[in-house]
Every structure is written in C-alpha cells, then in structure tokens.
C-alpha cells in the first residue's frame, strides 16, 4: 500500500517495511478464496442442489479469483518492499525470499505431506485416489521445491498449489520488477495507464494463444497480473481518496464475480477480468464508507486471515468428503436435507482451511521469521566487532 491511502487503514512502522491494517482488503481475500471454492466444488453442489445450476455461470468463472489474488499480492508486495528495492543488495533479497517463503512454505508443504500420506495409504489398503496419475513422483518434487508453472501449466498434486509456484516465480523476479515499477513511477500518469493497459491486453492475447486450464502460461499469468498489482500500488499514490472510490470499488467486485462470466471468449473474458481485479484494488485501496467498512468487519477480516488456509486445503477436504458423504447418496433426500450437505460440504472446507492457519501457517511463519531476523542480528553483531577489532 501507498502513503497516500486512508489513514485509518494504514500503520507506518519505523525502520520496517510499512505495516498497514487492511480490513476490508482482507474481505476480498475471502470472497475469492470461496470463490475459488465454490468452483471446485461445483459437481457437489450441483449434484446436491440441481435447483442452483442456475448460477453455474458464474460459479464457473471462479478460477479468475486467481487473478485477483495475483493483482492484490503485486500491490502489498510493492507497498512493503519497494522502497528497498531502489536500490537491491543481496541481503535484502534474501531477507525478502526468506519472508515470503515463510508466509507460504509451510501450509503448503503441511498439505503436500497430507497428500503423499493419502495416495500412499490409499494404495496400500487397495484403493485409488481420483486422476492418479497426477500423482506422480517427479509432480511430488516439482511441487516440493516450488517449480510446477515455470515449466508448463499442470496444475499438480494440490491443484490449487500451482500459483504458488508461480507467486515464487514473482518473488524471484521481484527485483527487476520493482526496478521497471521505481522508472514507471518517476513518468508521466499516462505512461503508467499505458503501462497497465498493455499488461491487460497481453492477458488476453496470451489467454487466446494458449488456452489451456482457461488461461495463458501460468509463468506469463502471474508475471502480467503481479506487475499490473504493482501499477496499482503507483497509481493509489496520485488518486483520489473518498467514499465515491469506496462505493465504485464494491461495484467493481460485483462486477468482477459476474461480468467475466458471460463473456464466451476467452482471451477477451481474461482481459476483462484482469482490468476489474485492478480496479477493485485500486478503488478499495483508496475508498472508504460503507462497503469498505463491510468488507473490513470483524468476520470477514477473520475469513481474510484464513483465506490462504482454505485455498490450499479445500481440494484435499474434497477428496475425503466425496468419500465420507457421497453426493448419489443423498438423490432422494429432500431438500433441507440435501441443503444441509451442500453447506456440510462449505462448512468443513472452511474449517479445514481455519485449522491449517491455526497450527500451521500462522505459528510456522512467526517461528521462521523470528529465527532468521535473530540469525540475521547476530551475523550484523558479529560484523560489527570484526570491523571493531580491526579498528
């Protein structure tokens, strides 16, 4: 985030990256992250509830989110990490990979593990995971070492897992992204909209060229949509600040989860929705009133939290849950009953997605951070009394 974003949803901490408290940016993290949900989980729902196909359109478009999510972490990265990157050294690009890592290495690997367990045991008691074949052993590594979309658009052992991957592949190349954001940043605004609409329109190109899993390389995904977050972060900086932006952003979010979603062409539906992500973040970065108060209440900043949780565990959820409450099981039962499962099936993703947070992603991250700034404080001691000493 910016300096120049409303001053009750940002905290500026001396000597550490800015900190800043976004509520309602929180909410948008869950919304997508059910969003994404509710796409994975479309042949449970519709098979528990056929009344509902009718909102299978836009139930479908859910895999976009992941555009979202890509927009929403170029604009806080830029916001944390931009002014140490005018100009990049070593150790601070260490210390940046090593946060990151910390943020979301932990929960994924908790759930890869999970997943190994699961195909191991199901096979030694005779029974077969679904799509076995995408777990492979070289698939277990590319996903254990982070490189599944720097090398094709497989999706992998957790599906949702390979945008981790690519966010790696963001962190790796943050530097020179960073570099090309500080010489955008010093241009005329109209270079910078330039900037962002040709990133918009090579999403498109790039979804129409190569249409696989609905979108472009995942590798030119996150590298369009990362950049464009950045762009964000630049222009939040020079635009104006209200309850206009904040009500035009809510309106932008809702256009987001419908909009996409009608439009048949695939090139011109990801253009789109990569351009109402941006402003999404953009007008709710810098609005306030009523939807951005919403958005930042204590529920949703709750599901915000947990929202990076549930995106990583709801698809192993869903493997055991088709097996404990077996969709044709339930063909004759009445509605409030095949309602009940339906939200049986949300409920527990969402619990399954709070534990991980709880016992994994929140502790591991603290844990790790701590140890490396402790590490990294020694070794700046240790510097300090060899130059002594050589005084």
Known sequence: MSDSLAPAALAEAKGEPRKYVLRHLNGVRIIAALWVVAYHYQPQIYGLLPELKFLSTLTGAGYLAVDLFFVLSGFIICYQYLGRFTRPTWRGYGSFLVKRLARIYPAHLTVLLALAALVIGSSAIGTKVSDPDSYSVSGFFMDLFLLRSWVGDSQGWNI????????????????????????????????LFFAAGLIVILEGVATWIYPSSHMPVPAARILLAFSLGCLVY????KFPHGQLAGWLGALALIALLIVPALIPIGGIRASVALLLSALV????????????RALGSKTMNTGGLISFSLYLAHVPALMILVRLLPVERFDDGSLPVRAGVAALYLVLAVVAGSILYRLVEKPAHRLIVSAYEKRAGQDLDNAAVRVSLRG
């Open 160 to 191: 949702p897992a390979w945008s981790l991957s690519a966010e790696w592949l963001a962190y790796a190349l943050y530097p020179a992204i960073a570099l090309g954001a500080v010489w955008l940043s010093s241009k005329r605004p109209s270079t």
């Open 234 to 237: 630049l222009a939040s900086k």
């Open 281 to 292: 973040i953009l007008l709710l970065a810098t609005g306030s009133g009523r939807p951005v």
